[in-house]
């Protein structure tokens, strides 16, 4: 039995307003072409399909068209929700892609009454192989929302909610994994029982892409929570990582880089191939990069000298440019287009070192009150922020907007008065 995992798609992303639709379709070209390769009997996508609840009709499409690609290919798919997925969104599909091989899995069953193992059914499912016999048994677990797991209790403090929804959850894979093994017994076969999940491990390294969740509940979910299963695969995390030095448990990453900080770390899918019920290998696949990314730090003359690499580019860059400088400078953005105006490059995002930050802070604490104006002051606090997309700079718009409000009203009390009375 083979298996690829796979996780964090985010179809329909935007990237500082960049659409990602072909590095997406690029990387699904190149996912159908490791099944057929490799001979992969299943995928297991552990959440985040889309980007968002309302993901736009082209994400959609694109999805769509690789579940009935991944059909013809006699090769299973399972699609997990995640914390950016619409359970409605999901589900609206599921029993049509059912005909062509494709489980859905968008949200948690409850437990009944009871805690019958049965209720969990839904979540249990029998992984073919390629002989067309049961491979491997999936506890199927995607975004567990407290809602689902617990009920909320009057005069709870933080700490055990807390703790009532880590052992809500720690259950819930128990219980699921209890299910598992009664299957294999009725099978009487050596199969590997695989779970999946898509939340936060403690210990884990995030991106800066990656949204928080359980806030103000859960933070992190201790590993020693799952259940003895063969293979866990997970997702939410961006980064591809083994979880608590454990092999068999592992975020596969996002396939593309959803942040700039994501380009130090190489993206893959993992590889997982057993042996009846013994795991025989366990092999990343590493992405290929669709779209060249870079980040440039350094003062204006070490970027100069970066740029100047970047001329012979085949196809335009996507930059992150961090500037180091002790210097404030009005207009920085200005300098860095004079750069690359004529550069195969895109900036699309401008920041100041946080060390610099640190330095421009101290500079305007040494200069005293009497040396600035208000708005000057003003000024220096509004370079340290970055206001790059659309939506920040309507923000910044209205935070100019107040900010003249205010100094009108300090300079002007008599006439403010007689407009307010």
Request: net charge negative.
């Amino acid at each position: 039995m083979k298996l690829l995992h796979t996780s964090d798609w985010h179809l329909g992303q935007s990237f500082f307003t960049k659409s990602r639709k072909a590095e997406h379709q690029a990387f699904l070209s190149w996912l159908l072409e490791q099944i057929t390769a490799h001979e992969i009997d299943a995928v297991i996508v552990a959440g985040d399909i889309f980007d968002t609840g309302t993901p736009p009709s082209y994400a959609r499409e694109m999805y769509n068209r690789f579940i009935v690609a991944i059909s013809q290919l006699n090769c299973t798919l399972v699609v997990l929700g995640g914390n950016h997925d619409s359970v409605s969104t999901l589900n609206e599909s599921k029993q049509l892609v059912a005909c062509l091989n494709t489980y859905v899995v968008a949200n948690v069953t409850a437990t009944d009454d009871s805690g019958d193992d049965a209720s969990f059914d839904k979540q249990i499912i029998e992984l073919k192989n390629s002989a067309g016999t049961t491979g491997a048994i999936l506890c199927a677990i995607p975004f567990i929302r407290p809602r689902d797991v617990i009920q909320s209790r009057a005069g709870e403090s933080g700490l055990e909610k807390r703790q009532a929804l880590g052992e809500a959850i720690k259950q819930h894979y128990h219980q699921l994994y209890r299910a598992a093994l009664a299957l294999r017994e009725e099978k009487q076969l050596d199969l590997p029982i695989i779970a999946t999940g898509h939340l936060t491990a403690l210990g884990v390294s995030q991106s800066d892409s990656v949204r928080d969740i359980y806030i103000g509940t859960l933070d992190g979910f201790a590993a020693d929570g799952f259940p003895p299963a063969d293979y866990i695969a997970l997702g939410h995390i961006h980064r591809p990582q083994i979880v608590a030095k454990s092999e068999h448990i592992r975020y596969s990453g996002s396939p593309i880089p959803l942040s700039f900080d994501e380009l130090k770390t190489a993206k893959q899918v993992v590889m997982v191939s057993f042996n009846g019920a013994e795991t025989a290998a366990i092999t990343p696949l590493e992405v290929p990069l669709f779209q060249t990314m870079a980040v440039i730090k350094g003062d204006l003359s070490s970027i100069q000298t970066q740029l100047e690499t970047l001329a012979m580019a085949p196809q335009p860059v996507w930059l992150c440019i961090e500037v180091e400088t002790q210097d404030y400078l009005s207009d920085l953005p200005q300098r860095i287009q004079a750069m690359t105006e004529e550069l195969p490059v895109e900036v699309l995002q401008l920041r100041r070192s946080r060390n610099t930050a640190r330095q421009t802070l101290n500079q305007i604490a040494r200069e005293t009150l009497a040396e600035l104006t208000p708005e000057d002051v003003f000024a220096k606090r509004l370079e340290l922020e970055n206001f790059d997309s659309d939506a920040e700079q309507a923000r910044l718009g209205r935070i100019k907007q107040q900010f003249r409000q205010i100094v009108s009203e300090v300079e002007n009390p008599e006439q403010n008065r007689e407009l307010n009375p």
